[in-house]
Nanobody, 121 residues
C-alpha cells in the first residue's frame, strides 16, 4: 500500500524559503502524478502545484514564479521549493498522488498529517 509523508515545514519570515518533501513508500514515486496542496485556517483545500508522471508541472497563480515542484528519485520523493514566502502562504501543506493524474482534492479519501508552514515576523 502506498503511503506519502510530508515534512519540511516551519516558521519563516516573509521573503524567506522552505523546502518541503513528500516521501513515497510502497511504490516508486515516478509511478504517480503528485500534487502539493495547502489548507489555511477557514479556507478550502487548494492544489498549489502538481507534477505529472512525465514531469510536466503546473502551479496555481499565487505560486507561479515562487514555488518549484520536482522529483528526487534517489529519495523517492516529490519536493516543493518555496521562495519569497508571504504571510498568505501560511497553511498546512499536504501531498497526494494518483497514477492517472486525477488530483482534484475531492477525489482523495485520506490525507497524511501534513506539515505546517507559518510565514510571519
Amino acid at each position: 500500500q502506498v503511503q506519502l509523508v510530508e515534512s519540511g515545514g516551519g516558521l519563516v519570515e516573509p521573503g524567506g524559503s522552505l523546502r518541503l518533501s513528500c516521501v513515497v513508500s510502497g511504490r516508486r514515486s515516478s509511478d504517480y502524478a503528485v500534487g502539493w496542496y495547502r489548507q489555511a485556517p477557514g479556507k478550502a483545500l487548494e492544489l498549489v502545484a502538481r507534477i505529472s508522471r512525465l514531469d510536466s508541472t503546473n502551479y496555481t497563480d499565487s505560486a507561479k514564479g515562487r514555488f518549484t515542484i520536482s522529483r528526487d528519485n534517489g529519495k523517492n520523493s516529490i519536493d516543493l521549493q518555496m521562495n519569497n514566502l508571504e504571510p498568505d502562504d501560511t497553511a498546512v501543506y499536504y501531498c497526494n498522488g494518483d497514477r492517472f493524474g486525477l488530483l482534484e482534492p475531492s477525489r482523495f479519501g485520506s490525507w497524511g498529517q501534513g506539515t505546517q508552514v507559518t510565514v510571519s515576523w
